[in-house]
């Protein structure tokens, strides 16, 4: 899977709680994207990096946060989990913007 | 809202026969490509069109793209139940200096043997 972890790859939370998912990368790719899959909804981009320290909004990025302090890691949190945050989260890598992305095997979330 | 929509959001044909997807989307884009899920798994990439591009082959995949209408197609020839998957359209959005890739909802795909 092109060098693309996602961790944890379950996890059930209660709500409230703050919650850290991580995506790590061994292919030095500039981009890396985080979105949410539900169903009927399809791919939601939540938040994206173009580079160490450069992040920005995806189209549902309310209650999350990103951080990228290197270049192989993308660390997503949600602050205080909330049961519409249940979702399969997925982690993407891509050279540029407009690239080939790489796709993470999923982080299935539940939110209690 | 999202960039791409595709449609239908769901279609189930008999293996054999030839399957379409389309795809629209809203601003201006660089490239437009298409991925594949299997259930319950990440996206695979098949095939990225540049916006120069008007049609594109790879194996029994042949997608188009018109820049006017702002659509796309992708068209599955002879299609196999091992083709049984959802489909999405992503583009390319621009915003503020990056670019972002955006998805669509995409389109099921049931093949029957």
């Not at chain 1, 982690?91 to 080939?100: H, M, P, R, V």
């Not at chain 2, 490239?31 to 594109?56: A, D, M």
């Not at chain 2, 997608?63 to 020839?77: A, F, N, Y």
Request: proline share 2%.
């Amino acid at each position: 899977d092109a060098g693309i972890t996602q961790s944890p790859r379950h996890k059930v939370t209660e709500t409230g709680t703050p919650v850290t998912l991580r995506c790590h990368q061994t292919e030095n790719h500039r981009y890396m994207y985080w979105y949410r899959q539900d169903p009927g909804h399809g791919l939601r981009l939540i938040h994206y990096s173009y580079g160490v320290k450069d992040t920005d909004k995806g189209e549902v990025s309310d209650g999350y946060s990103v951080s990228r302090s290197k270049t192989e890691d993308f660390l997503l949190t949600l602050e205080s989990a909330t049961s519409s945050q249940t979702s399969v989260y997925f982690c993407a890598i891509s050279i540029l913007g407009n690239t080939e992305a790489f796709f993470g095997q999923g982080t299935r979330l539940t939110v209690v | 809202s999202q960039q791409g929509e595709e449609d239908p959001q769901a279609l189930s044909i008999q293996e054999g026969e030839n399957a379409t997807m389309n795809c629209s989307y809203k601003t201006s884009i660089n490239n437009l490509q298409w991925y594949r899920q299997n259930s319950g798994r990440g996206l695979v990439h098949l095939i990225l069109i540049r916006s120069n591009e008007r049609e594109k082959h790879s194996g029994r995949l042949r997608v188009t793209l018109d820049t006017s209408k702002k659509s796309s197609s992708l068209l599955i020839t002879a299609s196999r139940a091992a083709d049984t998957a959802s489909y999405f359209c992503a583009t390319d959005a621009y915003q503020g200096g990056s670019e972002k890739l955006v998805f669509g909802k995409g389109t099921k795909l049931t093949v029957n043997p």
